[in-house]
């Protein structure tokens, strides 16, 4: 069975930090490309960043260029996003993506709330 779980989501104030988590289980997570994707309420979809399977090559949106940090560890089927200098402008639901040739799974999603 596919799983893709994403974690540490919560309440942070505006200028704070949190560090997402995305286990994988059930394909081959290591030859896929991992991205994130967030969707604030009432709004469309948006990809965030995106890492490549070998870890080396990442992509950032411009909003989150220089805040966010993508990493992958293939020994633990895990990709992390690293959040700092939070706004509330990045409140939404955070979803992981795993995509390897025409195959996409996603995750459930974990809400981050940036408010004072």
């Known amino acids: 069975e596919v799983q893709l779980v994403e974690s540490g989501g919560g309440l942070v104030q505006p200028g704070g930090s949190l560090r997402l988590s995305c286990a994988a289980s059930?394909?081959?997570?290591?030859?896929?490309?991992m991205s994130w994707v967030r969707q604030a309420p009432g709004e469309d979809p948006d990809w965030i960043s995106a890492?490549?399977?070998?870890?080396?090559?990442?992509f950032y949106d411009n909003s989150v260029k220089g805040r966010f940090t993508i990493s992958r560890d293939n020994a633990k089927n895990t990709v992390y996003l690293q959040m700092n200098s939070l706004k509330p402008e990045d409140t939404a639901v955070y979803y992981c993506?795993?995509?390897?040739?025409?195959?996409?799974?996603w995750g459930q999603g974990t809400q981050v709330t940036v408010s004072s």
């Open positions: 890492i490549r399977s070998g870890g080396v090559v990442k």
């Open positions: 059930g394909f081959s997570f290591g030859s896929s490309d």
């Open positions: 993506n795993a995509r390897q040739d025409t195959i996409s799974h």
